[in-house]
């Protein structure tokens, strides 16, 4: 039970940060990307290559990071100055050409080159040596830290509840269903960060090197909210903002429209790229099926779900997308007498009911705002 809710945690996590960056680009930008799978390809590739020449790992995942950037670049001036349906079709092109390249050309594996078909493995996974009691200790201690200020910054966004409506009398009082959606969505993600806690304390102490895998992975994917979260509140980010509502009144302004969209992509493009990285670090083993545009797919349900332009949302999107995931797998065969397949394609069909229902009810996503919805603009 252990193990599998600390794989759980991973794959959420890993999906939660390749969200971010598709909410980077589309949620904040309007930038319509449906190849997003590309930049976590190129991260994976990248990063398991490098470390196979002797490069060490934090060096290997930045390098992944960089190049999924500069994948970001490359997409963008070939796009970013047409219509956004020419960005939907390059990037969805895109994706499909990396993941059929990785797949049909050699690759150098050591000091060998094999065919990309068989994919690559044993490559080096970080901390995967058991540590000593100390050193195990301080993980624990760093997780705890986590977790604490994981619970205060939870209580912080209930607690402080902003978002009102303006009065005929121009005062603000603040929104019942606001404060409770966010009530209910801080409970569900307390306790599911309760249970990752001590998840992975058990697996620190009796050391798991997937345990170890978790704590930096969060560790990283706290970092990135963190920062996104204020440069999605600065200038920058209401410029973004702007671009995505009207690109003509930043232009009117005199802002460079097209520099703005090109960071957005690049940005986004590097924090999937670094997803990739621990993609590949969880898989142990990465072959090109593992880069299906499935992924873009149900990262993009993941963002909707939770409500785009919310980063909170979209890490929420990312733990009911994978707690949707876990309980199907494990309730549904016992209720529905379906074969495997079938079971696998009912699930689908489930979820794609779920999303209709939710497009009708709540088109901004859970914890979207309407007045910033940008679905059909």
């Known amino acids: 039970m252990v193990e599998y809710l600390i794989f759980l945690a991973i794959s959420t996590a890993i999906f939660a940060l390749f969200a971010l960056g598709l909410n980077l680009q589309w949620g904040f930008t309007g930038l319509i990307n449906f190849g997003h799978i590309a930049f976590m390809t190129l991260g994976a590739y990248t990063t398991v290559l490098l470390s196979l020449k002797g490069v060490p790992l934090l060096i290997s ?150 345990a170890s895998l978790m704590l930096v992975l969060l560790l990283i994917l706290a970092f990135v909210f963190w920062r996104l979260e204020i440069l999605v509140r600065s200038p920058w980010g209401r410029i973004l903002k702007a671009i995505r509502e009207d690109e003509e009144i930043p232009k009117a302004l005199g802002k460079n429209v097209f520099w703005y969209k090109l960071q957005s992509l690049m940005l986004g493009g590097a924090i999937s790229g670094i997803a990739g990285a621990f993609f590949a670090w969880q898989l142990s083993a990465i072959y090109p099926d593992n880069f299906q545009p499935q992924l873009t797919f149900d990262t993009w349900i993941m963002v909707i779900l939770g409500g785009s332009g919310n980063n909170v949302g979209t890490i929420l999107g990312a733990v009911i997308f994978f707690a949707y995931d876990a309980l199907t797998r494990e309730v549904l065969p016992r209720i529905v007498p379906l074969d495997e397949a079938r079971l696998g394609a009912f699930r689908i069909m489930v979820i794609g009911l779920i999303l209709m229902v939710l497009m009708i009810w709540r088109p901004q996503g859970i914890l979207g705002k309407k007045e910033e919805l940008t679905l059909g603009k």
């Open 61 to 210: 995942a930045l390098a992944g990071a960089i190049v999924a950037a500069l994948l970001g670049l490359v997409i963008g001036f070939a796009t970013l100055r047409l219509r956004e349906d020419y960005l939907s079709i390059v990037t969805i092109g895109t994706g499909e050409l990396i993941r059929l390249v990785v797949n049909n050309q050699d690759l150098p594996v050591g000091d060998t080159w094999i065919s990309g078909a068989f994919g690559v493995q044993s490559y080096r996974i970080p901390l995967s040596t058991e540590p000593n009691l100390f050193v195990r200790f301080v993980m624990i201690g760093l997780l705890t830290l986590l977790a604490a200020v994981t619970f205060w910054a939870l209580w912080r966004w209930i607690s402080t509840t902003q978002i009102s409506r303006t009065t005929n009398l121009g005062q603000k009082r603040t929104s019942k269903e606001e404060f409770a959606s966010r009530l209910g969505v801080g409970i569900v993600l307390a306790v599911l960060a309760t249970a990752i806690y001590i998840s992975g304390v058990i697996g620190l102490y009796n050391y798991n090197p997937k």
